[in-house]
């Protein structure tokens, strides 16, 4: 009986993205990219509150972001429906029942440490709840709201 012997070993990045020092950081992080395994966090829940703040130029309201997290908005879902109130605990998603990571970053060491999955996801759940984007202000008062939640 043969063997097969496997080129690559499993759990290893392939041979281009391990001699990346030659390639550039253009091509490192295409690698980086590519292996999908460990996204390395490119931001925080206190980096996305000074960004919106910024934005809105005035600082985010954790009781108007409580208040607004809380509301339905003439449809048919608040925020609260899927991350479940306060977002501290698992929450479940109102339509599929899937389960959701804790909102709230004190509950959760993953929440807000990727910015391009903040964006899509504050774009897509503002639209499903209000049928529009959420304003630099709102976004700002959410993040206050749920860097409060300790
Ligand atoms: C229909 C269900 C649903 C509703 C309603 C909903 N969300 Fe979400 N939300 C999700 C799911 C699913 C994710 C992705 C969770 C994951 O992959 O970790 C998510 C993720 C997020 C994220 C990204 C968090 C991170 O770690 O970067 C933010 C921000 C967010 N939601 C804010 C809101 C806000 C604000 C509202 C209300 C305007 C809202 N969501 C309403 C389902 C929902």
Same mark, same amino acid.
């Given at each position: ?14 041979? =281009? ?7 550039? !950081?253009? @091509?490192? &992080?295409?690698?980086? +990219?590519?292996? %999908?395994? *460990? ?5 925080? =829940? ?7 703040? !910024?934005? @809105?130029? &005035?600082?985010?309201? +954790?009781?108007? %972001?409580? *208040? ?83």
């Amino acid at each position: 009986m043969t063997s097969v012997v496997l080129p690559l070993s499993l759990g290893q990045p392939p041979l =281009a993205c391990r001699s990346q020092a030659l390639l550039g !950081a253009l @091509a490192a &992080a295409l690698c980086l +990219a590519l292996s %999908g395994a *460990a996204v390395a966090a490119d931001t925080s =829940a206190p980096e996305q509150l000074k960004r919106w703040t !910024a934005e @809105a130029k &005035a600082p985010g309201n +954790a009781d108007k %972001g409580q *208040a607004f997290f809380n509301a339905k908005h003439g449809g048919e879902w608040s925020c609260a429906s899927c991350h479940g109130t306060p977002p501290t605990t698992e929450g479940k998603h109102a339509n599929t029942g899937k389960t959701i990571a804790p909102l709230a970053p004190a509950f959760n060491a993953k929440a807000f440490t990727e910015e391009a999955k903040v964006d899509k996801w504050f774009r897509r759940n503002c639209k499903d709840v209000l049928n529009r984007e959420c304003t630099a202000a709102e976004k700002a008062d959410v993040m206050a709201y749920l860097i409060n939640l300790k």
